[in-house]
Nanobody
Framework: QVQLVESGGGLVQAGGSLRLSCAVSGRTFSSYAMGWFRQAPGKERDLVASISWSGGNTYYADSVKGRFTISRDNAKNTVYLQMNSLKPEDTAVYYC???????????????????WGQGTQVTVSS
């Protein structure tokens, strides 16, 4: 049974930082790409950042480039999202997702991920 458990969300002022973590169990973590998505009220769930199975390639949404960094520690079965210079528009529920196919490249497409965490709320106040 594959499980993804996010942590690290919370309330922060604009300009502040947070680091999200996602611990994965039940599959060979190091063989799959990972992604962070977010969903604000009334909006679709969109990719924020993704990272290849090896960690060598990353993909970022334009809205977070230069502010967010995705990384992974395959020894700890954990993927991270470092979020700096946070803005009120970053407020959303953030979801961790595991790639559908082994040894895949980072992807912005929801369908390319088949396991999801429960989500963690990030709220940025102005």
């Amino acid at each position: 049974q594959v499980q993804l458990v996010e942590s690290g969300g919370g309330l922060v002022q604009a300009g502040g930082s947070l680091r999200l973590s996602c611990a994965v169990s039940g599959r060979t973590f190091s063989s799959y790409a990972m992604g962070w998505f977010r969903q604000a009220p009334g909006k679709e769930r969109d990719l924020v950042a993704s990272i290849s199975w090896s960690g060598g390639n990353t993909y970022y949404a334009d809205s977070v480039k230069g502010r967010f960094t995705i990384s992974r520690d395959n020894a700890k079965n954990t993927v991270y999202l470092q979020m700096n210079s946070l803005k009120p528009e970053d407020t959303a529920v953030y979801y961790c997702a595991a790639g559908r196919s082994p040894r895949s490249s980072p992807s912005p497409i929801n369908h390319d991920y088949n396991y999801w965490g429960q989500g963690t709320q990030v709220t940025v106040s102005s």
